[in-house]
Structure formats: structure tokens, C-alpha cells
């Protein structure tokens, strides 16, 4: 460029002659003419494509295999060099295969997609789930991540949960409202078999707890077309982004109510944050977004999933790949499920049978003693066999009444201790203990005398009504009533 700057300058300016410029730099007349003429060098220029000759009348086979391929299995599609090898063998190919890996190239780049800039609305949001890999509890394990992200203000929250379902599906939706203090008018989703049951053409079938949500909240929902994530790209570039800036290197929790204090508080410390493009921090930004957003309905919303199941011989009820016991009196009943993320309600109609806290693994058995206590008593030889009494720690004054009955009763006494054992039905453990210390305090060990006093010691003493202080009440006299019309019921 130097050399090119110098002959302009020479011959233009200072007035030198062409036939010394080809002289000193030795070049020829066209080459200088070119230099005289541009002022920068034009590059080489083809007036016409290349000729292909053993390529050419292959091109169209090329794109018909391209064309082909986007309806075939993404992992079953055309390498390039698989395509040379079908036009060598199927066609009669006759070229070098670097001449075909050059075509496929510059077809594949012909043909990827343009996207259009969009514009974001105050208001919008968009949800997606994500996976990520921590240590909970000591365990590593992959937990989902639901990630909700506002793209007009670019502020994004993220909770973690053990699983992808309907009712982290809730949950994820909940914490996000709460973290944003208002409900986004517009939430973009994929089409996840927790919101869509069936598709048909461009219309969605939602399912029921889809539309429970969206009749709580009052937002409006939107769904990409089908393998199009694309269209709601932000929140997908934010699951990237929480999983490799909060989650690097693999971090440790105790709990999960740890971990999403964790990530709570990250998504709050990036809200001061101005991200390029931005005119502001996305805390700013955000007040936009709320001022468009919907307010909090007053009643909170219930986190869980339904499901019909039927109890089994055992008293058993399985939910979610767990088996959850309920009282021997509703065996082989149907009841209702009800898992949210810490416990499971199990109903018989409308009466809650049993509550255990939920489990996220599967293929285990969660027993409630207490519910086998009324079988036990009819079947008092299963006592110290029975599952559902395995590890349950009692007292040792327990151990004593039971010794205590044995001895006196014999057979007779392993039923009357199990009669003792189901005042845990009504009362607490530590109750119940209290009661049997001051029953062997007295010698008496019977089922009958440990009601009493259990009862005696649980009732709450009724309030005097003192008339101290309050001398107009005294003058208030209040006439006995007369007993006698009673007689004329026994006549």
C-alpha cells in the first residue's frame, strides 16, 4: 500500500513521468494505469464463476439430499461425506470429494435461517426449564432449574427444584411472581406436557393445572411453534447463562430451601447491573415492567398435583413412584392425591387420611404407624413383626407398661398395650409418656385409667367469670327457671 500510495503521488502530484515510474518500480503500463485509477488496491475480481465440469450436474442431487434431510431424524442426516459417497456410487461421480465438502459448505450456509430483531413489550415474560448438576444434602444430583426472564428490563429469576413436574411448574411461576411483585400480562412457553395436552394445527389443548394457574393469575399465555425455542431465545440464553455463572464450580447446599435463598439473592444482586444496549439498570428497567404487569391476587395460589389412586390390601397408596400408607380403615378404597413440594395429602372424599412429607425418589415405602395401631389391636400377634413399627423409638416407660400388662394378662395384655399405643391417634408422644409415668406411679396400668388421665391432663380448665370491677352486674338477678314442665315427658 505504501508502494501504491507513492506512484499515485508521483505521477498525479509531482508530475512525474509514467515511462520513469515503470522504470524505477518496474511494472508494466496496465499495472500502473490500475494504480493511476484507484486509489486503494481493487483485489481480484472474477468476471464469471468457475466452471465445474465433473461437478456441476451434481448440484441439483446436492440440494435434493439437503432438502431431504430436514424431515429425517436429526441424528440420521447427511454428512458430507456420505453425500460424495452416494454420488460416486449411486450417480457416477468421478470428482474429488473435497470439491463436494466445498458444495455441501456453501449450501448449508445458504440455507441457515435469519432471524428478525424484535422488540420487547414492558409486561412480557418468558419460562423455560434447565438442568444443572449440585450437591444437596451431600448427594450430587441434577435438580431442574425454572427460569422465568423479563426481556424488556432483562431481569431473570431462578429456582431450583428436584424434578420437572406440574407442581414445580407451579412453584417456579409462584417464586417468580413473588421475586417481581406482579404477574407478567404475557408469559411465552414451549409446548411442555405440564401446560399442553394435545396440539392441533396452531391451536393448544392446555391442561387442567395449566389453566388453574393461568385462572389465578389472569396472565395471558403463548406458545412457540413446535421445536421453535427460538422464539423465546432470552430465556433460553438465561438458563445458560444462571447454570454457568451461579453454578461454577459445582456448589454444596444443605437444603434445597438453601439453594434457592442462594439463587435468590443472586438474581436480586443482578438487578443492579446495566446490561449493553440498556439505557439503565435492569432495577429501573424493571419498574416499567411492573407498571405494566398485573397486581397479585390476594388469596394464594396451591402448589400441587391430583391424582386418583386406589389403597391396596397393605394400606398403601402410590403416588408419583412412591408408596405412602393411610389408615387401615381405607384399604382398598379409592382417595385423592395431592403432592406439593413438601408433603403429600392423601382424601377419601373430602377428609384428609393421611399427610407425609413428599419424597422425590422412587420405589419407597413411608409408613404412619399410627395408621396399622386399629389392625394391630385386632391381630395383637403382628405386633413385633409389623413393618410400619420398624425404627419407631418408644419410651422406656412404654416398654415397662408392656412388660407390666404381659405379666399380669399374659396374651390378653400385648392387646390391651396396643389399646395404650393408639391414644397416639389423638395425642403427642411425649403426651402419651407423661401419662403412663404417673399410671405406674399408681399402679394403674390399664388402657381405661391411662385415658383418664391423659385426658385429665390435656383439658384445658374453664375460665371463671369474676364480677370484681363490674358492680352493675351485680344488680342484674336472673329468676331460676322452672323444672318441673320437664316431668310431663316421663309421664
Known amino acids: 500500500m505504501n508502494?501504491?500510495?507513492?506512484?499515485?503521488?508521483?505521477?498525479?502530484?509531482?508530475?512525474?513521468?509514467?515511462?520513469?515510474?515503470?522504470?524505477?518500480?518496474?511494472i508494466g503500463s496496465a499495472a500502473l494505469e490500475k494504480i493511476l485509477a484507484n486509489s486503494?488496491?481493487?483485489?481480484?475480481?472474477?468476471?464469471?464463476?468457475?466452471?465445474?465440469?465433473?461437478?456441476?450436474?451434481?448440484?441439483?442431487?446436492?440440494?435434493?439430499?439437503?432438502?431431504?434431510?430436514?424431515?429425517?431424524?436429526?441424528?440420521?442426516?447427511?454428512?458430507?461425506?456420505?453425500?460424495?459417497?452416494?454420488?460416486?456410487?449411486?450417480?457416477?461421480?468421478?470428482?474429488?470429494?473435497?470439491?463436494?465438502?466445498?458444495?455441501?459448505?456453501?449450501?448449508?450456509?445458504?440455507?441457515?435461517?435469519?432471524?428478525?430483531?424484535?422488540?420487547?413489550?414492558p409486561g412480557h415474560a418468558q419460562f423455560d426449564f434447565g438442568e444443572?448438576?449440585?450437591?444437596?444434602?451431600?448427594?450430587?444430583?441434577?435438580v431442574a432449574l425454572a427460569v422465568m426472564t423479563l426481556p424488556y428490563s432483562d431481569a431473570y429469576f431462578v429456582s431450583a427444584y428436584p424434578r420437572e413436574c406440574t407442581e414445580t411448574f407451579h412453584a417456579g411461576h409462584l417464586a417468580a411472581f413473588d421475586f417481581f411483585g406482579?404477574?407478567?400480562?404475557?408469559?411465552?412457553?414451549?409446548?411442555?406436557?405440564?401446560?399442553?395436552?394435545?396440539?392441533?394445527?396452531?391451536?393448544?389443548?392446555?391442561?387442567?393445572?395449566?389453566?388453574r394457574l393461568q385462572s389465578h393469575f389472569l396472565f395471558e399465555a403463548h406458545f412457540c411453534r413446535v421445536r421453535r425455542g427460538n422464539e423465546k431465545g432470552h430465556v433460553e440464553t438465561h438458563v445458560g447463562y444462571s447454570r454457568r455463572n451461579l453454578l461454577v464450580p459445582v456448589p454444596s447446599f444443605s437444603?434445597?430451601?438453601?439453594?434457592?435463598?442462594?439463587?435468590?439473592?443472586?438474581?436480586?444482586?443482578d438487578l443492579f447491573r446495566r446490561v449493553?444496549?440498556?439505557?439503565?439498570?435492569?432495577?429501573?428497567?424493571?419498574?416499567?415492567?411492573?407498571?405494566?404487569?398485573?397486581a397479585l391476587p390476594p388469596s394464594r395460589f396451591e402448589v400441587r398435583r391430583v391424582e386418583q389412586a386406589s389403597a391396596n390390601s397393605l394400606s398403601l397408596v402410590r403416588f408419583d413412584r412412591n408408596d405412602y400408607s393411610v389408615p387401615t380403615a381405607f384399604a382398598h378404597h379409592g382417595v385423592t392425591c395431592l403432592g406439593g413440594i413438601d408433603e403429600v395429602r392423601i382424601l377419601c372424599g373430602t377428609e384428609v387420611v393421611a399427610t407425609h412429607v413428599r419424597s422425590w425418589d422412587k420405589e419407597g415405602v413411608f409408613f404412619d404407624f399410627r395408621h396399622y395401631l386399629a389392625l394391630l389391636e385386632r391381630k395383637p400377634g403382628a405386633l413385633d413383626f409389623a413393618r410400619p413399627l420398624e425404627g419407631v423409638q418408644l419410651p422406656e416407660c412404654l416398654k415397662t407398661l408392656r412388660r407390666r400388662l404381659e405379666a399380669d394378662l399374659g396374651h390378653t395384655g400385648t392387646r390391651e398395650f396396643i389399646k395404650v399405643l393408639r391414644l397416639l391417634e389423638r395425642a403427642t408422644m411425649a403426651e402419651l409418656a407423661g401419662a403412663v409415668i404417673e399410671a405406674l406411679s399408681i399402679r394403674a396400668t390399664g388402657a381405661d385409667a391411662i385415658t383418664c388421665i391423659l385426658e385429665h391432663r390435656t383439658e384445658v380448665p374453664i375460665g371463671l367469670f369474676s364480677l370484681d370491677g363490674r358492680p352493675h352486674l351485680k344488680e342484674v338477678a336472673v329468676e331460676a327457671p322452672d323444672l318441673t314442665v320437664y316431668r310431663s315427658l316421663t309421664a
Open 182 to 211: 406482579a404477574v407478567p400480562l404475557r408469559t411465552s412457553y414451549d409446548n411442555t406436557s405440564i401446560a399442553v395436552s394435545k396440539i392441533v394445527g396452531r391451536e393448544r389443548d392446555l391442561t387442567r393445572e395449566f389453566l
Open 276 to 294: 449493553r444496549g440498556k439505557t439503565a439498570t435492569k432495577a429501573v428497567l424493571l419498574q416499567a415492567d411492573r407498571a405494566a404487569m398485573v
Open 3 to 26: 508502494e501504491w500510495t507513492e506512484i499515485r503521488r508521483k505521477v498525479l502530484v509531482e508530475g512525474a513521468s509514467k515511462r520513469s515510474i515503470r522504470r524505477d518500480y518496474n
Open 255 to 269: 437444603s434445597f430451601a438453601e439453594l434457592n435463598e442462594y439463587l435468590a439473592a443472586a438474581c436480586y444482586a
Open 40 to 121: 486503494e488496491p481493487p483485489g481480484y475480481r472474477q468476471s464469471a464463476a468457475r466452471p465445474k465440469p465433473r461437478l456441476g450436474q451434481f448440484l441439483g442431487v446436492i440440494d435434493e439430499i439437503l432438502e431431504a434431510d430436514k424431515t429425517a431424524p436429526p441424528k440420521q442426516r447427511h454428512t458430507a461425506r456420505r453425500i460424495y459417497e452416494r454420488l460416486r456410487d449411486e450417480y457416477g461421480y468421478t470428482g474429488c470429494s473435497s470439491q463436494v465438502r466445498a458444495a455441501v459448505a456453501r449450501e448449508r450456509l445458504r440455507r441457515k435461517e435469519v432471524f428478525v430483531p424484535l422488540s420487547h413489550r
Open 132 to 142: 444443572a448438576t449440585v450437591i444437596v444434602a451431600g448427594v450430587e444430583q441434577k
